[in-house]
């Protein structure tokens, strides 16, 4: 799976702090936006040349948890050292994202602004590709990728929800200007954000289907099943939908007797 379909300094610029000698290590740093002081982390492979465009993933962590534990728990950095990538693992405020729960839909923290300001600002600190910046999440994470998809769809290339889904309020809101491409990953014993209708979120199914009919793909899937190599007694099945606009792709990955867990 291509990342360019799917998801796969010293500098003062708004109160962020780059180091100016790039090593493979994980760093803290913070500013103030709309008034809140935003936190997040930041990786960058020892591979990363200044004198070419990098990917770059946010990494959003879900509903109780933060940065450094979803650094931790994803465990992405290692992805990134051998894919090449720039990682970002902002914080939410009060452990939570402003996805799209509560009404007002537009109201409370700006989460959709922190991540632009925070793409212009690494953009101004790394040789960032902005044609490949893309944003993934747990549960949470996941809510407020899609909530970046419809709002942020400009900048984000490409969107990844592991145990995420959307809210009605999120899809009576969407307001997505582009194809854009979709990997959902999801277990049916998911208890926290049921794999099936409930009162949380839109079930997986109506998930999925709406985003192959906002990305314009073709009705039928391609159906896959992935080898079990851990034998942990779960399975997967890939649900892949192309035939889009702009050539994008919608991809879900069901997993039958998995839970909410992001491996």
Known sequence: MKASKIFTVILLFTGLFFQSK????????????????????????????????????????????????????????????????????????????????????YGGVDDVSFISVLIDSLAGGYNVDLARVYSCGMSNGGFMSYRLACELGDRITAIASVTGSMTTLQLNNCQATRAIPVLEIHGTDDTTVPYNTNTLSIDIDSLVNYWRVSNGCMAAPIYDTLPDLVSEGSTVTTQRYTGCQDNVEVLHYKITNGGHTWA
Request: proline share 8%; charged share 5%.
């Open 22 to 105: 790039i090593v493979a290590q994980s760093t803290s740093h913070s500013f103030v936006h709309g008034g809140i002081t935003r936190s997040y982390r930041l990786y960058v492979p020892a591979t990363y040349n200044p004198a070419n465009p990098t990917p770059l993933v946010f990494n959003l962590h879900g509903y109780t948890s933060n940065a450094f534990q979803q650094e931790v728990y994803s465990n992405m950095n290692a992805v990134a050292d051998t894919a090449g990538f720039i990682v970002c693992y902002p914080e939410g405020i009060n452990a939570q994202w402003n996805s799209g729960f509560q009404p007002p839909y």
